[in-house]
């Protein structure tokens, strides 16, 4: 499956793209055709109607690039990690999201740390930068480039977005139950060593 994924993401990709650069209506009709095809094989995939799949990258236009998350790893004194719980799903994570334009990958992390945790963080430095498809993440529609930086906390308030539902700090060997679609608990483990050697780790 996860062949025939790659496989139906580049040809919606390539067609996104043909779209943007083509310049007649024949090569317009064909990257529509071969977009429609590639919604239908992604339907197929993740148990979705064409339809659905249709309007999820409906506004995807342009050149075809990775979408890119942004985390920020926060650790106390005592070297647990701080996680959110994700309101929809009742799952734990890093502080995060896709990052926004208009601002920088070190700003939108520091910003998802205030709004899903209530902590004011400092962004130190890249610890990590990682092509979601080469962990063992779920398969996902998109292909997704995920960078972390280390954050140290300046200041705690209270949450400010309606995403999460709760901040905690946890112990590496002691993890809550996490939404594996967005960190996994090797790679907990991973930002604590890279943390703590100076490394960034590029992968």
């Not at 063992?136 to 977005?161: C, D, N, Q, R, Y």
């Amino acid at each position: 499956m996860t062949r025939r994924l790659e496989q139906a993401r580049r040809l919606l990709a390539l067609a996104q793209t043909g779209l943007h650069y083509s310049t007649g209506p024949f090569d317009t009709e064909r990257y529509r055709e071969i977009a429609n095809i590639a919604h239908a094989q992604l339907a197929e995939i993740a148990d979705m109607s064409t339809q659905e799949v249709a309007v999820l990258f409906s506004k995807e236009e342009g050149y075809a690039n990775p979408k890119v998350d942004v985390r920020c790893a926060v650790f106390d004194e005592t070297g647990r990690i701080l996680l959110v719980r994700e309101a929809a799903e009742g799952l734990w994570s890093l502080p995060g999201g896709w990052a926004d334009v208009g601002a920088t990958p070190a700003e939108n992390a520091a910003r998802e740390v205030r709004e899903e945790s209530g902590y004011i963080v400092h962004i130190t430095r890249l610890l990590a930068v990682w092509d979601m498809q080469r962990h063992s993440h779920p398969p996902s529609l998109f292909h997704i480039w995920k960078l972390v930086f280390l954050g140290e906390i300046v200041a705690s308030g209270e949450l400010v977005g309606g995403e999460t539902d709760g901040a905690d700090f946890f112990g590496l060997d002691a993890l809550p139950t996490l939404s594996l679609g967005r960190v996994l608990p090797e790679q907990l483990r991973r930002l604590d060593e890279l943390r703590r050697c100076g490394d960034v780790e590029f992968d």
